[in-house]
C-alpha cells in the first residue's frame, strides 16, 4: 500500500467513526427528545365530580392569557345556594404535588351544598412542563389506585424558559419596584398582581386577579410545600385582613387533626399571592404549607420514590443537626400526609368561615379529610377516566 | 417589554443555530476520536434548546 492509498483509508476510517459517534448521538438526542416533549405535552385526566357545574378557561377572564400555554381550566362547583365564593390555587409552583392533588382530590370529589368553590389545578401550566435544568428531576410520578394509577407531570417552581426567555439581570417587580432574584420573573408566585401586557407569567397573575374580581371571590387559597429548611411550613400564611380566619382555622386543627401554625404576610415584601391577593381585591388570601424534604437542599438521591414517600436519610441527618424548621424521622412526610394536611385545612377554613359569617356559608361534603387520606391513600379518591362518562373528563 | 423579549429570544436561538454550526464543523474536521465524542456531548443541549424540546 503506497502512502495515497494509506491516507485515503485512514480518511475513509474516520469517516466511518464520526458516523458511529454521531449515529449514537443522535439515538441519543432522539430517546432523550421524546421524553421531553412527552413530558411536555402529556395530558392529565381530571374526572369531574358530579359538584363540577362549569369548566371554563382563564381567559375567558381576560384575554391576555388567552393561545398560551398558561390558558388554564377554571373548575365552578356552585351548590346554586346562596353564600361565600372561596378559589383554590393548585399548581402555582408544580413541584409542590401536594397542593395540586389536594386540588384534584376536590375537583373530583367536591359536591358543594351551599356557597360556591373554584379551583385551578394547574395555575402556572408552563411550569408543569419541566423539571429543574440539572436537578435531575423525574418527569413525572405515579398516584397508585384500584384501577392501576393515575401519572402526573412533576413540574417545576418557574415557567418553562421555552415559553418565557429571557431571564432580565435583575427582576424588578411590578408594581412595587422591588427588586427580586432574576429567576423569579418566571416564579408565579413572585409576579402578583401581573400586568396585562407583562411577560406569560405576569400576565397569568393578572388574569387570575380579574378572576377574583369578576366572580367576586371571598377567600382565596393557593396551596404549597415547602422545604424542612424553609421557616415557613407546616403554615397558613395569612394577610392582615384574613387573621381572624386563619387563627380559628389553626386552633381548631391543632385542636382536633395536626399541628399547624399561622404566619403574618409580610407588608413589605411582594409579588407573593398571600400579600397581592389580599391588597388588590376584596378577597382573603391565604397560602398553605405543607413539608416535602424532595425540596431540602441536603436531600439524597431525588426520586419518585422519595417524593411520594418523603423519607430521606440526609434530611433526617439535617434535623439531628438542628438545620429544620421542621421535624422528620424515619417515617418522612409521605405524600398522603401532605395532601390530608392541605384537605383538612380547606374543609375547616370553610367551616370557620361559616362560624364567622353565618349569612354567607360555605358547606362541602364528599371531600376526605386528613385521617381519611392517610387511612385510605390519595389514590383512593381518584377516579378512573376509562369508567367515567366522556362528557366529564377534562384534560389538564 | 414583550418586542423587546422576542427580538432577543430570536437573536439567542440564531447565537445557538451558530453554535451548532460550529461544532459540526469542527467534529467533520476533527481526527481524534476523543475529541469527536466531546462535540456530540457537547452539541446534545443545544440542538435540544434549539428544537425546542428542552
Known sequence: MNDQQGAAATGSNAMIRKLVFSSLGLALLISSGISFHRSRHRAEAVVLSEGVTEVRRLSDYHDCVAGSVNDCNVYIIDSGK???????????HPEEPAGRLAAWLLAENAVMEEGRLILV??????ASTVTRVGGAYPPDFTIPTSWGGQLFRLGDRWSNPLDQWPDPEVYIHYPSRQNLAYVDIRNLNRTWPGRANGTLTERTCYAFMELIRQEKVDIFID???AELQYPVINTIVMHERGEELATFTSMMLSDMEFNIGTENSPKNLHGLSHREVGDNSDAISLLFEAPEPFLDATRGRTTREQLLTGIDEFVVKAGEHGLLFERIDENGWPIDVRVGRHTSTILMTMEMWTELNPDRPLACRSVPRYADVIRNGTGHYLRDPAGADPGRVVYE | ???LMTIITVIYYLLIAAVCLILITNLIRERKW????????VLMPF???LLRLK
Open chain 1, 121 to 126: 389545578l394547574s395555575a402556572n401550566r408552563s
Open chain 1, 223 to 225: 396551596l404549597h410545600e
Open chain 1, 82 to 92: 346562596p353564600g361565600a365564593t372561596m378559589f383554590i390555587m393548585g399548581g402555582s
Open chain 2, 34 to 41: 476523543e475529541k469527536e465524542i466531546l462535540y456530540i456531548v
Open chain 2, 1 to 3: 417589554m414583550g418586542i
Open chain 2, 47 to 49: 440542538l435540544l434548546r
